[in-house]
């Protein structure tokens, strides 16, 4: 907590920032004094342990677009509006939208004041149930962001400081990395876990539906549709609405997002009604949005919009001392699961575990952890490790045994796609299959009980 009440003042008049600094000054309030609302936004974070005050009428961005960019960073930061005589209804209506109060110019120095320490007051609640928040909140992350490695509890401790703000995120991390984990965990630690957890793969809506499938139809808007429904923008008011590989959002409807998120309504296709939405925007990309805006591959508007933080997930070979742990993690919920014995590893199976680049992060991990509980995973020792008792035809037969097992678990029991990874033609893997009583179904079943298991994961919780 602050030792003494921060204010952050902005006023592009020298005198008036003089005077208002002086004033707060007397009263053991320190001062951050600003000319105009852009260097003051550098200013502020989620926790800023201060209020805000600013003049109404400013060049460059006014107080209402500052009192707007504020809210982005923390919905709970303080802001108080300094108006003339004639500004009134635009006072009225920033107070509508989350000003703490206005005071109209000329006042005494006593009533800003007044209206300072009051701010200063819940301020202080604010930040303190925020820190008793995160008390609670780090043993729960431990238990959903698994690790003992520095990548993973820096990436703990940047979700729980972002949960309880409202502030638009962009994670960013390759495929399979836990993009999805983390924005809901977002969502479920933040103020909207009552609402709903909306996720969009920008990359899998069809451009001609896009309009549709985020803003939703009235009945008639097009052929076929023959009742209203709500697109996913919509569904999302009071949650968290997460815009998946969202680098993939064709520029068309970049601009209709934009749209929305600055003035927090959008319309049904089909109709002249405006719905007032309101929702947090958590967005997902595997590329640098900073870098396709430069090269307007993505709208440089709606990237600054949407990136007020960012999240990088680590890939999962930076995280070896997170390997084995993550393995025993997700073997055990899958022996539960499918009430088989969790068999440890070998020492063999573990080095292989720890020299792998894991291309598919935590999610092939986690698939690699359930074919093992299933039995898939036998006999992955390296050739080069000696198998007592065994003549070198004995073990070149394990080997062989045991590469084709580990290409049929890999590849669902496709034939095809298993003879492509061998380099043999399909002739020759049916005898071998025959020889060594390998059955492409039990692979293919178990593909798909681990495919059953990714889709029950992902399906959205009922609220």
């Avoid at 993009?179 to 996720?199: E, F, I, M, S, T």
């Amino acid at each position: 907590m602050p030792d003494r009440d921060r204010v952050l003042l902005i006023d592009d008049e020298i005198a008036m920032r003089q005077a208002i600094g002086q004033w707060l000054n007397l009263a053991g309030i320190e001062v951050d004094s600003h000319a105009s609302a852009a260097t003051a936004l550098g200013a502020l974070t989620a926790d800023f342990d201060g209020v805000v005050v600013t003049d109404l009428k400013m060049e460059g961005m006014d107080g209402m677009g500052l009192l707007r960019r504020a809210q982005e960073v923390d919905p709970d930061l303080p802001v108080i509006m300094i108006t003339g005589h004639g500004d009134i209804p635009i006072a009225v209506e920033a107070m509508r939208l989350g000003a703490y109060d206005f005071i109209e110019k000329p006042y005494e120095p006593e009533r800003l004041l007044e209206i300072v320490r009051r701010s200063m007051e819940k301020r202080r609640l604010v930040l303190e149930n925020r820190r008793l928040r995160r008390s609670v909140v780090a043993p729960t992350l431990a238990s959903r962001i698994v690790g003992v490695s520095r990548a993973a509890e820096s990436l703990r401790e940047q979700v729980g400081e972002l949960a309880g703000t409202d502030v638009s995120v962009v994670i960013y991390g390759e495929t399979g990395a836990g993009k999805d984990l983390v924005a809901r965990c977002l969502h479920d630690l933040g103020r909207r876990a009552k609402g709903n957890y909306v996720a969009v793969n920008c990359a899998a809506v069809p451009e001609t539906m896009a309009e549709s499938e985020f803003f939703g139809h009235d009945a008639g808007a097009f052929t076929g549709a023959l009742r209203a429904r709500p697109g996913r923008i919509e569904h999302a008011h009071d949650g968290t609405l997460f815009l998946d590989e969202i680098d993939s959002m064709p520029l068309a409807m970049q601009g209709k997002l934009l749209r929305v998120l600055q003035e927090r309504q959008l319309e049904r296709l089909g109709s002249n009604r405006s719905i007032k939405v309101d929702f947090r925007a958590v967005a997902a990309s595997k590329i640098d949005l900073n870098e396709a805006q430069g090269r307007n591959a993505f709208r440089s508007d709606l990237y600054f919009r949407l990136c007020v933080a960012e999240l990088h997930i680590p890939p999962l070979r930076e995280r070896g001392d997170d390997i084995l742990l993550l393995f025993d993690y997700f073997a055990s919920a899958a022996a539960k699961t499918y009430q088989r014995e969790f068999r440890p590893l070998t020492v063999a199976q573990s080095d292989k575990l720890l020299r792998r680049d894991w291309p598919g992060n935590i999610r092939e991990l986690r698939n690699v952890a359930e074919r093992h509980v299933l039995g898939l995973e036998r006999g992955a020792a390296p050739a080069s490790e000696p198998v007592p008792g065994r003549t070198l035809a004995e073990r070149v037969e394990a080997f062989e045994k045991a590469t084709i097992e580990e290409c049929l678990a890999e590849s669902g029991g496709r034939i095809n796609l298993a003879m492509e990874k061998l380099g043999v033609p399909r002739r020759t893997l049916a005898d071998k299959m025959a020889r060594y009583d390998l059955d492409r179904k039990r692979y293919v079943e178990a593909d798909q009980q681990t495919n059953d298991s990714d889709a029950n994961r992902s399906k959205p919780r009922s609220r």
